[in-house]
């Protein structure tokens, strides 16, 4: 899927550029807050080839430095259509409503191109995560048992939670 670069009043989203890119991303999925939620992932060759190089999404850019990152998942079944979401962003950038507003920025440009449906599904205790998503209109659908492996080896629940075009809120 090739994505275009995309613009919100804070943040760029753009198409990542390899190595140092992936440099940049595993450092803040190295920093404890992040490491968190995304296990595993903070050695540059894994973000390479896990996370750039597998799934379509766009680094998130915050004055010319990688802050994060947002991936999408299309389902382009007529049936079914939806897009999925999952983000991180550095742990200096959270709470300032920036992983928000990623989110809407790439929300609205799906939404452009006919698409009325978006799941996103983070670990059932990311409180933080759950009220920014619970903030752009986002309901919980349900949880997902023994959804996902932590760090710590043991199974964790997530939290499936699905966004309707028309209930996408204003930006605060």
């Known amino acids: ?3 275009p670069g995309l613009r919100g009043p804070r943040v760029v989203l753009r198409a990542h550029r390899g ?3 992936a440099d940049a991303l595993a450092a803040i999925l190295a920093e404890p807050a992040v490491a968190r939620w ?5 050695d540059p060759e894994i973000v390479l080839r896990e996370i750039l190089e597998a799934e379509p999404g766009w680094v998130i850019v915050l004055g010319g430095a990688p802050a994060g990152w947002i991936q999408v998942y299309e389902e382009a079944d007529p049936q079914y259509r939806h897009v ?3 983000l991180f962003l550095a742990t200096a950038h959270h ?3 920036l992983g928000r507003e990623a989110a809407r ?3 609205d440009h799906f939404a452009a191109a006919g698409h009325h449906r978006f799941t996103i599904d983070p670990a059932a205790a990311n409180e933080r ?3 920014s998503y619970t903030g752009l209109g986002f309901r919980p659908v349900g949880v997902l048992r023994d959804y996902e492996r932590g760090a710590d080896g043991t199974w964790h629940d997530g939290l499936l ?3 309707l075009v028309s209930e996408l809120r204003p930006p605060s």
């Open 84 to 86: 999925g979401l999952d």
């Open 105 to 107: 920025v790439v929300i």
């Open 129 to 131: 995560a759950i009220r």
């Open 19 to 21: 190595a140092p890119d």
């Open 1 to 3: 899927m090739s994505l």
């Open 161 to 163: 939670m699905d966004l």
């Open 38 to 42: 995304w296990p595993s992932l903070a």
């Open 95 to 97: 709470g300032q409503g």
